[in-house]
């Protein structure tokens, strides 16, 4: 299958150069052409516009930001679906709102190109290893074809139903670690209000039951959100704003969850 790589940042980049390291014919394009600088010697083959990427893959993956670059790069005048051929599968790997992928899918099958939406998580490190987690919506049959590329990097890739539903279990996941982020924020500061040393609290907890990815994060941050909040901040923002529209769109009551993620974009200064 040959694949074409857009969005080569710190988690797409090694998500890309796994793909390539296994094996498959690999294109990539970026706005940046310093972007494509740690590729010069991978022998991938680079594109001039997202439509090339387009006609010269099977499978073409996207890893940019937002609803909107995902919408530029795939439907633009020169964006992939402009080039690609009747057949191809297009693999969304952002975490935008289910809707846009939903609505992607119709404008890809009018032109007999499959459209799986795959948000990942684990980050850079994680996709380095091949231990991406792929949460995939869309049809079976397509996420066949697109397994022997999602397991270079990923493992395990979960299908979870039609396009969309990669799109709301990843956005839950997220909702979920940042109401975490607070739980374990105020457990210190209460710990500390009662006399414990909060990095004796921290290696108590992170090897115990109440234990959470979340914690490691704080943990490993010295108790503190704030690197957290310069790289991720304005993400998890994004993610709990969505959630919270198709919570409220659907009439579903999201409970304590939110009011605890809603609790971690205030002290992030990030409040949606």
Same mark, same amino acid.
Request: glycine share 12%; proline share 4%; hydrophobic share 45%.
């Given at each position: 299958?040959?694949?074409?790589?857009?969005?080569?940042?710190?988690?797409?980049?090694?998500?890309?150069?796994?793909?390539?390291?296994?094996?498959?014919?690999?294109?990539?394009?970026?706005?940046?052409?310093?972007?494509l600088?740690?590729?010069?010697?991978?022998?991938?083959?680079?594109?001039?516009?997202?439509?090339?990427?387009?006609?010269?893959?099977?499978?073409?993956?996207?890893c940019?930001?937002?609803?909107?670059?995902?919408?530029?790069?795939?439907?633009?005048?020169?964006?992939?679906?402009?080039?690609?051929?009747?057949?191809?599968?297009?693999?969304?790997?952002?975490?935008?709102?289910?809707?846009?992928?939903?609505?992607?899918?119709?404008? +890809?099958?009018?032109? &007999?190109?499959? %459209?799986?939406?795959?948000?990942?998580?684990?980050? !850079?490190? =994680?996709?380095? *290893? #091949?231990?991406?987690?792929?949460m995939?919506?869309?049809?079976?049959?397509?996420?066949?074809?697109?397994?022997?590329?999602?397991?270079?990097?990923?493992?395990?890739?979960?299908?979870?139903?039609?396009?969309?539903?990669?799109?709301?279990?990843?956005?839950?996941?997220?909702?979920?670690?940042?109401?975490?982020?607070?739980?374990?924020?105020?457990?210190?500061?209460?710990?500390?209000?009662?006399?414990?040393?909060?990095?004796?609290?921290?290696?108590?907890?992170?090897?115990?039951?109440?234990?959470?990815?979340?914690?490691?994060?704080?943990?490993?941050?010295?108790?503190?959100?704030?690197?957290? +909040?310069?790289?991720? &901040?304005?993400? %998890?923002?994004?993610?709990?704003?969505?959630?919270? !529209?198709? =919570?409220?769109? *659907? #009439?579903?009551?999201?409970?304590?969850?939110?009011?605890?993620?809603?609790?971690?974009?205030?002290?992030?200064?990030?409040?949606?």
């Amino acid at each position: 299958m040959r694949v074409g790589f857009i969005g080569l940042g710190s988690q797409g980049g090694p998500m890309a150069q796994r793909i390539i390291a296994a094996g498959h014919p690999t294109t990539l394009w970026a706005r940046r052409a310093a972007t494509l600088d740690p590729f010069a010697r991978s022998g991938a083959a680079t594109a001039e516009s997202p439509a090339a990427l387009g006609a010269a893959s099977d499978l073409a993956c996207v890893c940019v930001v937002g609803d909107d670059d995902v919408r530029e790069v795939l439907t633009g005048a020169d964006g992939v679906l402009a080039g690609m051929d009747s057949g191809g599968v297009v693999a969304v790997h952002s975490t935008i709102h289910p809707d846009t992928c939903r609505e992607l899918a119709k404008v +890809a099958a009018a032109q &007999g190109v499959a %459209l799986i939406d795959a948000p990942v998580s684990g980050g !850079g490190p =994680a996709a380095e *290893a #091949g231990r991406l987690l792929v949460m995939a919506g869309g049809d079976p049959d397509v996420l066949a074809r697109c397994r022997p590329v999602f397991d270079s990097y990923a493992d395990p890739v979960v299908h979870l139903g039609d396009v969309g539903a990669g799109q709301v279990t990843k956005l839950l996941n997220n909702l979920l670690f940042t109401a975490n982020l607070a739980t374990s924020m105020t457990t210190f500061a209460l710990g500390t209000e009662l006399g414990v040393d909060p990095a004796r609290l921290g290696e108590v907890i992170g090897r115990g039951s109440a234990n959470s990815f979340a914690l490691g994060r704080v943990v490993d941050a010295g108790i503190s959100l704030d690197r957290l +909040a310069q790289y991720a &901040g304005a993400l %998890l923002r994004k993610d709990v704003s969505l959630v919270a !529209g198709l =919570a409220d769109a *659907a #009439g579903a009551e999201p409970g304590v969850v939110l009011t605890a993620a809603d609790a971690t974009l205030a002290l992030m200064d990030q409040r949606r």
